[in-house]
């Protein structure tokens, strides 16, 4: 809790949750939640909030000192055992980096920094990336969103999947034009960001697909795809099991799927989260 600890004390300094995310580089949706942690840890309210200004009340004012005290403790305990690293690193990441990068990047990470705790938290792009606005993982592995993210947020690129078609191996070969127009298709979730670069590129090119499932997991997609209930639209995996599959480029209409790393960039290089991000950077540059 010592992220909100600090959140709660710059909070009674500045008066507004807004200000306090100014100085530490979160939104006010951010700073509310980490408040909103801490009272329930505490199980007491601890401002009197008003419209534009979030005043301490008589157990805020009792817990500003303790809250200072204990975040002193912290940071000293911090610099006393700076040449070994040790704490814990929460990542969201969605099902298909978990396959292959993550697996990677945490072999390397492991081998270097084997006290740190690592906890992995499932999930689609959109939930993650709002995970990481509330600060409750420290970085997520996700698809690029299709809009601008907050100022206090960075990405980090990482990988670009091309997305093919993919068939049973059983099906006569056709053009993929053809095979999307005509064949059952198992469609990629379109409430996910993956899902919504798909439909782009279906209207883009003007093809009316016969819908036969609709969801937002790659390897599912593929089974189905194998086991002949349709034809999908997914990004090459690396690693992904090819057995009963053929796949097809779309020529010069192929697009990418964009895979990359969101948090409060840069991470500091001596961080837990730099020495990550550094790792998945390497194991995503791997052939």
Same mark, same amino acid.
């Given at each position: 809790m010592?992220?909100?600890?600090?959140?709660?004390?710059?909070?009674?300094r500045d008066g507004?949750f807004?200000g306090?995310g100014?100085?530490?580089?979160?939104?006010?949706?951010?700073?509310?939640?980490?408040i909103? &942690?801490?009272?329930?840890?505490?199980g007491v309210a601890?401002?009197? &909030?008003? *419209?534009?200004?979030?005043?301490?009340?008589a157990h805020? &004012?009792?817990?500003?000192?303790?809250?200072e005290?204990?975040?002193?403790m *912290?940071?000293r305990? *911090?610099?006393?055992?700076a040449?070994?690293?040790s704490?814990?690193l929460?990542?969201g990441?969605?099902?298909s980096?978990?396959?292959?990068?993550l697996?990677?990047?945490?072999?390397?990470?492991r081998?270097?920094?084997?006290?740190?705790?690592v906890?992995?938290?499932?999930?689609?792009?959109?939930?993650?990336?709002?995970?990481?606005?509330?600060?409750e993982?420290?970085?997520?592995?996700?698809?690029?969103?299709?809009?601008?993210?907050?100022?206090?947020?960075?990405?980090q690129?990482l990988?670009r999947?091309?997305v093919?078609l993919?068939?049973?191996?059983?099906?006569?070969?056709?053009p993929?034009?053809?095979l999307?127009?005509t064949?059952?298709?198992?469609?990629?979730?379109?409430a996910?960001?993956?899902?919504?670069?798909?439909?782009?590129?279906?209207?883009?090119?003007r093809i009316t697909?016969?819908e036969?499932?609709?969801?937002?997991?790659?390897?599912?997609?593929?089974?189905?795809v &194998?086991?002949?209930?349709?034809v999908?639209?997914?990004?090459?995996?690396?690693?992904?099991?090819?057995?009963g599959?053929?796949?097809?480029?779309?020529?010069?209409?192929a697009?990418h799927?964009e895979?990359?790393?969101?948090?409060?960039?840069?991470?500091d290089?001596g961080?837990?989260?730099?020495?990550m991000?550094?790792?998945?950077?390497r194991? *995503?540059?791997a052939?």
């Open positions: 010592i992220k909100e600890f600090k959140t709660f004390i710059a909070v009674a507004t807004t306090a100014a100085q530490l580089g979160l939104t006010q949706s951010a700073v509310s939640a980490q909103k &942690r801490l009272e329930e840890y505490l601890l401002f009197d &909030r008003g *419209a534009r200004a979030a005043t301490l009340n805020g &004012r009792e817990m500003l000192p303790q809250a005290e204990l975040v002193a *912290a940071e305990m *911090a610099t006393a055992g040449g070994h690293v704490g814990s929460r990542i990441a969605i099902a980096v978990q396959q292959d990068l697996v990677r990047a945490l072999g390397e990470f081998a270097g920094y084997p006290d740190v705790r906890r992995i938290v499932p999930g689609v792009s959109l939930s993650l990336l709002g995970q990481v606005d509330a600060g993982v420290d970085m997520a592995l996700l698809i690029r969103p299709p809009f601008a993210l907050p100022p206090e947020l960075g990405w690129p990988l999947e091309e093919v993919a068939m049973p191996e059983s099906m006569p070969l056709a993929w034009r053809e999307l127009a064949q059952p298709f198992i469609r990629y979730d379109r996910s960001f993956g899902g919504r670069v798909v439909d782009l590129f279906l209207k883009k090119q697909v016969h036969a499932v609709e969801l937002d997991e790659i390897e599912a997609i593929a089974n189905m &194998r086991h002949g209930l349709g999908g639209l997914l990004p090459r995996l690396r690693g992904l099991n090819l057995d599959l053929r796949l097809l480029s779309l020529g010069e209409a697009f799927r895979i990359g790393i969101i948090g409060r960039l840069p991470f290089a961080s837990v989260g730099g020495k991000a550094e790792c998945l950077g194991a *995503a540059a052939p």
